[in-house]
């Protein structure tokens, strides 16, 4: 059968979503904040603003020992023992107020409305002029997470979930960055120079903290990044993108998606992984799939190649893991040819995460003491010929079978010739770890009957007795998982 060829094709830019709110960052540093109320909970937001370096003016006629204690002995905090008025707001950068009632929320948000100043009543979103977020505190580096006064609960679930992958060592390596911030300019040309030198040294920011050689570190980046680059510091990040669902990325691919400047990916890339990109990047689609119009591998390499050339950060996205059946080898040799340098992010492969669906070992001991990653056709979309038969028919040879969906029938007939059992237990996959994921449950026999049909899905095949259901742990199928009833 005859593929046909398309070009490399850009995909449109990613354009920004409908937002509830902007995320902004206000500088208070030696400008008055006013804080009306003296409750626990005005003092929490004093508090908070006073961190910023503002100065903070609290108007409170009764206030609680929270507020008290806060504010003795402490020159950022000036006390009024009186109500707020509109004399408070002359001069105020920022006003804050904890309002016994409506009335008070609404009199205390005209009036900050008349005198300019942003305002915000203490958990009466009607009466804000802006609202406060979940933080996740690496000053310099400030996170904000708002869910729009929805779900304030859930903006602090998130700020855990963002506290658990930011570092505690950010913040001495955001303070290293602004140190050299202005020497990093003067030397480094605009552009591709210093976008390589942050883009190293952000590597280095999600690591160990930095330590007495950390100067001398930076400097070496700075060298690289001054001219002692191949290409004008181009490179290429070979990222495997996992079989679909984005929470499969590992962080260190999140981490080249946010940096590069050209996505060259897959058919089989999901949105969901795009979304992780930086929305500046271009994207283009450089399309493979079996039976259908795709993109040659020269056109590819050649691409990857050029653009790099250009001083480019180029992130190749593949499906699954890229050196497992995708054609890496062709492109890190091409590449390497050219002296670009290239690196490689592994992904999670399909067939791993076919088990983990399935909540099986591909190894377990007492079923299987091998499992084999095998291919279902070889260059001419045939059977391989030049495969292990002898080995794969074992009977505790686990085997994962990628892009066999045009072969299966002859793949069991030949597994069965070589004496693997007829009643081998059977998976066929259908686009694994996506929301469409179908999964059925079969016997080597029933394959070599043709019981899959060629398919328009990405499909993988899993064969050996650690499929058999309920064999280890299985009482009840996952989701999306059929069975054929009467077989194995």
Known sequence: MRIASRRPAETAPARMGRLAKLPVFFGLDGRRAVIAGGTAAAAWKAELVAATGARVEVYAADAEPEMLQLVEGDDRFVLHVRPWALDCFAGAAIAICDAADDAEAQAFACAARAAGVPHNVIDKPAFCAFQFGSIVNRSPVVIGISTDGAAPILGQAIRRRIETLVPPTLTAWAELAAAVRERVTHRLKPGAERRSFWERFSDLAFGAAPGDDADATVRRIEDAAAGGMAHGGGRVTIVGAGPGDAEFLTLKAVRALQGADVILFDDLVSDGVLELARREAKRMLVGKRGGRESCKQEDINALMVQLASQGRHVVRLKSGDPMIFGRAGEEISELQAAGIPVEIVP??????????????????????????????????????????????????????????????????????????????????????????????????????????????????????????????????????????????
Do not use: C, N
């Open 347 to 488: 992904g999670v492969t399909s067939g791993l995460a076919l088990a983990a669906s399935l909540g099986v070992s591909l190894t377990h001991r007492d079923l299987a003491h091998s499992v084999r990653f095998v291919t279902g056709h070889s260059r001419d979309g045939r059977l391989p010929e030049k495969l292990d038969w002898h080995g794969l028919a074992d009977k505790e040879t686990t085997l994962v079978v990628y892009m066999g969906g045009r072969t299966s029938r002859d793949l069991a007939s030949r597994l069965i010739a070589e004496g693997r059992a007829p009643a081998t237990p059977v998976v066929v996959a259908e686009s694994v770890s996506r929301p469409d994921q179908r999964i059925r449950h079969m016997i080597l026999a029933d394959l070599a009957g043709g019981a899959v049909a060629p398919p328009q899905a990405p499909l993988l095949i899993g064969i050996g007795e650690v499929f058999r259901p309920g064999a280890v742990v299985a009482e009840a199928a996952p989701v999306g998982v059929e069975r054929m009833e009467g077989r194995g």
